[in-house]
């Protein structure tokens, strides 16, 4: 399993489509997961440190996990069947370990308020994900970049200019 962190939570602007990207701690290869609003906004919302008024369902969650003496051990995107991708919340039960199937898009905005590791099975990650020579120049390659390696990794072009169209929700309900 490769560790993850969560990279960063965008819009598309075209599509309103979100996606969260997760990348691996100790390489450069990265997993877009295309994820519905209100799990875009509940993770965009942890992340940037910010509070709801009242508890959002992620945030019961993981109160009721707490109160019931559980531990959030970790969450695994551990699957891709048909395009879709699936989950698993690892718990510690008072010493017994739970498994919790889950969308990834939950079990990610619950992993990022429990401080919880993220991983992905190096299974999906092969079929999915994707590496990148230089993380900084694929979220903002700059003129001069392209030009060096221009032939080279031509199949990565497009993935970096998709990247670049989507918008980081820094805004709470940026449409």
Excluded at 145 to 160: C, I, P, Q, T, V
């Amino acid at each position: 399993m490769i560790e993850m962190t969560v990279e960063s939570v965008r819009i598309n602007l075209q599509t309103t489509q979100r996606v969260v990207i997760l990348k691996a701690t100790k390489q450069d290869r990265y997993l877009l997961i295309w994820i519905a609003q209100a799990e875009a906004y509940a993770i965009a919302i942890e992340l940037q440190g910010t509070n709801s008024p009242r508890p959002l369902t992620h945030d019961l969650l993981r109160n009721i996990i707490n109160d019931l003496g559980a531990k959030i051990v970790s969450i695994v995107i551990s699957d891709l069947i048909d395009d879709i991708f699936y989950a698993r919340i690892i718990l510690d039960v008072a010493g017994r370990h739970v498994e919790v199937d889950a969308r990834p898009s939950d079990a990610i905005a619950l992993a990022v308020r429990a401080k919880s590791p993220i991983y992905v099975e190096e299974s999906v990650l092969e079929r999915a994900g994707v590496a990148l020579e230089n993380s900084e120049e694929a979220i903002a390659p700059t003129a001069e970049s392209r030009k060096d390696r221009e032939g080279e990794n031509d199949n990565l072009d497009a993935y970096r200019d998709f990247i670049n169209t989507l918008d980081v929700l820094d805004e709470f309900g940026k449409e």
